[in-house]
């Protein structure tokens, strides 16, 4: 992390930026992901319920550690960016990379005291890989996204209360940064399969709670429009079986989650 002060055009002090990392069990990729980001002034892992080692890689890498049970991604988010002292704050999963093309970026964006610096948060560009492949076409819906306000002005961003994919709340215009950030989506068909089990019973828990009664007919509609645009829209069909992997996956989302909640199969009803 850095430590000496740095400064704009304009002679001021540049924005201090805390580098956010939530995760759980994330052993195998955390130190990784640390790695990237000592160029942050800041870095703050929030640890929730880890029985692993990854306490202690946080604490290798001089972070600030916050650690407790959180049954909602929204709350345990929130709690991190809470404790974020930057000026700035880039919100980083364990299973992403800041290159350092996009460090560069990051800290020009900061240092350049023009009219972007008035923006509230900055899209990152996502470059997505499966199984050591990058992925280019075909995201969206749950499967992830091509890019998303990773940077943002502290208090421009908050968290919704859902267990998955909580709505965002986001304050001031938006910018965009033009270099990705590298995400190890997953390693494997079996990790999409499984994510995809995962994800749908934690959203089903989130409609049970809301109230929410199965529509079969309706979710059927909304696999096939999700389907569609995976593959025909969003041009799946151009990275051949990971294409419609991807593709299949969203459209089964919402169609999981109904059944889900008809049959009770949320993986607390059993």
Not at 57 to 72: L, M
Not at 230 to 238: D, E, I, L, N, P
Not at 240 to 257: K, Q, T
């Amino acid at each position: 992390m850095g430590t000496r002060k740095r400064f704009t055009r304009t002679g001021k002090a540049t924005p201090k930026l805390s580098a956010l990392v939530v995760a759980r069990n994330e052993q195998a990729q955390l130190a990784d992901c640390l790695e990237t980001l000592r160029f942050a002034d800041e870095i703050v892992v929030v640890l929730d319920r880890s029985s692993d080692d990854s306490a202690r890689i946080a604490q290798r890498f001089k972070a600030k550690r916050i650690e407790g049970a959180w049954e909602r991604e929204g709350p345990r988010r929130n709690a991190g960016i809470a404790a974020c002292k930057g000026d700035w704050i880039l919100e980083v999963d364990a299973d992403e990379r800041v290159t350092p093309a996009l460090a560069a970026e990051i800290r020009a964006t900061l240092e350049w005291a023009g009219p972007e610096i008035a923006r509230g948060y900055f899209l990152v560009p996502m470059a997505n890989h499966v199984g050591g492949k990058l992925v280019r076409f075909g995201w969206g819906a749950y499967n992830g996204v091509a890019a998303k306000p990773s940077l943002f002005r502290n208090g421009a961003k908050r968290w919704g209360a859902g267990r998955v994919h909580p709505k965002i709340e986001l304050k001031g215009n938006g910018g965009a940064l033009v270099q990705p950030m590298e995400h190890l989506v997953d390693r494997n068909l079996s990790d999409m399969i499984q994510r995809l089990n995962r994800y749908t019973d934690l959203a089903a828990r989130d409609a049970r709670d809301s109230g929410q009664q199965p529509r079969l007919s309706r979710a059927m509609r909304r696999s096939l429009s999700r389907g569609w645009k995976s593959y025909v829209a969003r041009q799946g069909y151009r990275e051949g079986a990971w294409g419609v992997a991807l593709a299949l996956f969203s459209a089964l989302y919402p169609l999981l989650i109904d059944l889900k909640l008809a049959t009770g199969r949320d993986g607390e009803r059993a």
